[in-house]
Structures are given as C-alpha cells and as structure tokens.
C-alpha cells in the first residue's frame, strides 16, 4: 500500500486453525502492533516493512514477512521546473518548454495561461510524462496580445508550489508603422521572465525565404527603425531575444 502522509493503514488477520494465538507486527523493526485487525496511521515518510508473529498456545509460532510493503509519501512539493522559453510558432501558436522535473513522487506538469481580462492564471494543459517538456498553445492569437504562463509541478499528493511564487513568462508582442521615406518604425514588448542580453531583427520579403539579419538592440531596447524597405513589397519581421541559454522569438507581418 501507498500514499500520502499521514497514511491510514488497515491490517486484516487472514490467520485460521490457531488455538488462542497471541499476535506481534512489527513495522520496520521501529513499531509493534499486538492487534492483528487493527488501524495504524503511518506519519513519518519512506518505506516500511511488515513482519506478523503468529503465536498458538502450545508456544509453536510462525513469521510471515512482507518487505517494503508500505511506502508513506512526504509532504515535500516538488521543484520548480524552470520556463526555458515561450515562443511564438506562428500567428495562433505558442510554444512553451520547461525544465525538466526529477521529483520522485512526481504526478504532472501543470500549465496554465494568463487571462488578459481578469489577469489571472487558469489551467489549460496537464502532462503526466515527466520527460515531456514542451508544450504548443494553439488557442491563441498573438498578433493582438501578449500571452504569459506558468508551468507548475504536481507530486502524486496534488502538493506543488504556491502558484504566486512561479516566474511568469510572457511572449512579446510586435507592433510596426509604415513612416515616410521606406522606412518602418518596429517597436515591441519586452520579453519577461528572464534578462535579455539583446534583441535581434530579422525580415523576411513576401513570397521569399530568405531571412535577412538587419539589426541589433541591447536588450533593454525594444525599439528599432527599418530605413532599408523597398515599397511597395510586404515584409515580415521576427524579433528575436537572446540570453545565456536560449532563444526566444516572435513573428509579425507589416506592409
């Protein structure tokens, strides 16, 4: 048997043909029940064996040993699993991944997704594979509005974190202004929830794939000016925020 500490155990004597037995059940050597149809409440953590001593009244015993029978979980949350990334995949997807968690009592990730009406947390997405650390938003529109999450982790007690204390990442949000003289005024959101070391721009002309690195902002920029357009071709821009570790992205189109 397992569960959740405390954990309530109940022992049922299966014992028959004994003439006035007396009965000891040790539980890992540290607790003695003399009640063989007893109910014991187990609440320290770990693993524990039971051994039942069956005594009839001529002194003849017999010992019956169950090893590791009972495992008591602790009242330990798990971890944070740190966001790596949100990332814009395309106009209606984004995409979150997360460190991944080795808690052994793990349940299951927990996403949930900033309202940007009320501006609080609801769940959108659980995942019980441990090794499954992204996640694709797909009910989203990004070209109106940042979107922020957090990723939670749940042990198999439902015990996490306080939701309060989790980073929240948020995606960035692009906005560009046709001005006079080919040029196009680029502005954005930071990206939250890490440090940006800097934030790199990148266009793409209409009907082509070629990606063209046209400018470099520290990362507490979020401002750039394109003098290099050539009207009246549409353009679509990619912001992209780099830190120690990883890439962090987001796509918007502009005439």
């Not at 014992?15 to 006035?20: G, H, I, M, V």
């Not at 039942?52 to 003849?60: Q, S």
């Not at 198999?156 to 692009?174: A, F, K, Q």
């Not at 009246?232 to 189109?253: N, R």
């Amino acid at each position: 048997e397992m569960g959740c500490m405390p954990l309530e155990v109940t022992l049922n004597n299966l014992s028959s043909d004994l003439e006035y037995p007396s009965y000891v059940l040790l539980f890992s050597d540290t607790v003695a029940v003399t009640n063989p149809d007893s109910t014991y409440i187990f609440s320290i953590p770990g693993f524990y064996s039971v051994n039942m001593v069956a005594t009839n009244l001529n002194g003849c015993s017999d010992t019956i040993m169950y090893p590791s029978v009972i495992q008591v979980f602790d009242s330990i949350p798990p971890p944070v699993s740190e966001i790596i990334r949100v990332s814009v995949e395309n106009d209606e997807s984004v995409v979150i991944e997360w460190m991944e968690n080795f808690d052994p009592q793990f349940s299951h990730y927990s996403i949930h997704r900033k309202s940007n009406n009320s501006g609080d947390f609801t769940l959108i997405a659980e995942i019980a594979d441990p090794h499954t650390i992204v996640y694709f938003d797909d009910e989203v529109n990004v070209m109106d509005s940042v979107y922020c999450y957090k990723v939670e982790a749940v042990d198999v007690c439902g015990r996490s974190l306080p939701l309060d204390s989790l980073t929240e990442h948020c995606t960035i949000n692009v906005e560009t202004i046709t001005l006079e003289n080919n040029t196009i005024d680029i502005r954005w959101t930071p990206y939250l929830g890490k440090t940006v070391a800097q934030y790199i721009i990148l266009r793409t002309e209409e009907n082509t794939n070629l990606v063209e690195d046209i400018g470099v902002v520290p990362g507490d920029s979020t401002h750039f000016v394109d003098r290099t357009v050539v009207c009246p071709v549409k353009y679509k821009y990619e912001i992209v925020a780099t830190e120690l570790g990883g890439l962090l992205h987001l796509q918007s189109d502009s005439d």
